[in-house]
């Protein structure tokens, strides 16, 4: 049995053989799928139904676990259009009420906690609606980040970074979620104030870029720890390494050729 599936966990349905079914594409998020499609699950990490939640944004779409109560991806499409605008972020942090409680976080879970609520999409890439921006900062986007030097320094300027790039090429799929490395620690077994806050907490966080115009992809793995001197580009890596952590398959619609041409090869950020 592996890691993910000891932290998996509480469904049993099989996910890589149609569980995409699982996961409701409606209207408001069906673009940012219509070339990868749904990411699924690969092996003894396959789940669905019980568990697990799916959510359906125009801004983005994230698969949540409830054992985990972190998303385990968060898809977003990216544009040179949505992110300028004249929205403005507003810290409005918020429970989700289309989450099933008890396998959501809250804003207890956090506070005090000593990390950060994380973007897994982040707020700055909705300048172009304010309903979008506020829609960013429910916690079903969240998970637990260390803040100085990685939420507040390092992932900001990654997620800087696919902005610069959207803005040159137009369109971009971002794929985003965390790692856990080994068993699993919470926020209360970390702090020992809070024994109830039972959101864990990632080792570190992936974050895969897709040009689907010219099929080209990137992809990062960095650690949840200070990280003050180093660069996101220090901590690229194959998609491959990222799905053979985490069980997910991020491009089932790909041809099995553009599969392997994207996962077993490194990319750069800038050498598109």
Known sequence: MTRHLLIGLMALTAFASGAQADFVVGPKCERMFAETGVPAMEGDTAHGGDGYFSLCRKGYAAYLNTATKNPDWVAEEVTARSIKGKAQRKDNFAEDEEAPPPGSATLDDY????????????????????????????????????????????WAQLEDDVRDLARTRKRLIVFTGPVYDGPVKTIGDMKKTKPGANVAVPDSFYKVVYHPATHRAVAFLIPNKKLCKRDPSDFITDIRHIEELTGVDFFPNLSRRQRNLLEKNQGNLWGW
């Open 111 to 154: 506070r005090a906690s000593g990390f950060d609520r994380g973007h897994q999409a982040p707020a700055a890439d909705f300048k172009q609606s304010q309903k979008l921006m506020d829609e960013s900062f429910f916690l079903t986007n969240m998970a637990p980040q260390v803040g100085q030097c990685f939420n507040r320094g390092i």
